[in-house]
């Protein structure tokens, strides 16, 4: 059978059409966040399977200046961002108060002080990341464990310890803010964020980890400053600048 001229030409600009979109276009992010009702308020979780998502911390461009926005992150990251989120405490020029460790390299060394506020609520914790696995352990646990991680960052207080909440956590104490941490299930594959929709307690937001998460560890990142980037809830949260970030994209 013949092709006429027209034809021809027809089909060649389509293919060239359809080529072009192909080589454009950017990965669907998968659907890591979801809405979350529990301990009688609401969150937003995202469940990242290491297997399946790269997960990594960021801190300074390569112009060294802070990231700073979660928005500024997902825009570098050309569309691969599945999913960002603050990632522990800073201090006013956006470095991180604690231990930070990025692609291997430490810059930042393990805080051991004692001070105020919650970083030094202790035990505080370091939240970490080798390969496909993931952990959270207690600031002294962790330096015993001589880990040697590809990201690790230090915040505090911890809010779930081995299966039992924070010592120094009251069940329901006064104080209420917008809260997000992190916890990681008994595997280690699977690394569990969550953000609180408004202000609760420490209280109602270690017991989200412990008993509704499946978290047996799980660390305080902050709060009040508290965002996410979830794509797939249409999300890009705008607060004060931030300091270390979190985020996952597929392998």
């Known amino acids: 059978m013949t092709t006429r001229p027209a034809h021809a030409l027809l089909i060649a600009l389509l293919t060239l059409v359809a080529l072009g979109r192909g080589a454009v276009a950017a990965p669907a992010a998968p659907d890591l966040c979801r809405a979350v009702q529990a301990q009688g308020e609401s969150f937003t979780v995202c469940t990242v399977d290491l297997r399946r998502q790269r997960l990594r911390l960021f801190w300074l461009q390569e112009d060294g200046r802070p990231y700073g926005a979660l928005g500024t992150l997902a825009e570098k990251q050309g569309g691969r961002l599945g999913f960002a989120m603050n990632a522990g405490m800073y201090d006013t020029e956006q470095a991180p108060v604690g231990l930070y460790v990025e692609d291997g390299r430490e810059m930042k060394r393990v ?67 917008i809260r997000n941490g992190v916890g990681v299930q008994e595997d280690g594959r699977v690394a569990v964020f969550a953000i609180s929709e408004r202000p609760v307690t420490f209280g109602a937001f270690a017991r989200l980890f412990r008993d509704d998460l499946g978290c047996r560890n799980a660390l305080f990142l902050d709060g009040t400053v508290s965002s996410l980037y979830a794509p797939n809830l249409g999300r890009s949260d705008i607060s004060r600048p931030l300091g270390p970030l979190v985020g996952a994209m597929a392998r």
Not at 134 to 158: E, N
């Open 111 to 177: 805080s051991t002080a004692d001070g105020p506020g919650n970083f030094h609520l202790k035990p505080n914790g370091v939240f970490w990341v080798k390969g496909d696995k993931a952990g959270v352990l207690d600031t002294g646990h962790y330096l015993r464990a001589k880990i040697r991680p590809d990201f690790a960052t230090q915040s505090g207080p911890m809010l779930v310890i081995d299966g039992q909440i924070h010592p120094k956590i009251s069940a329901d104490g006064p104080s209420q803010k």
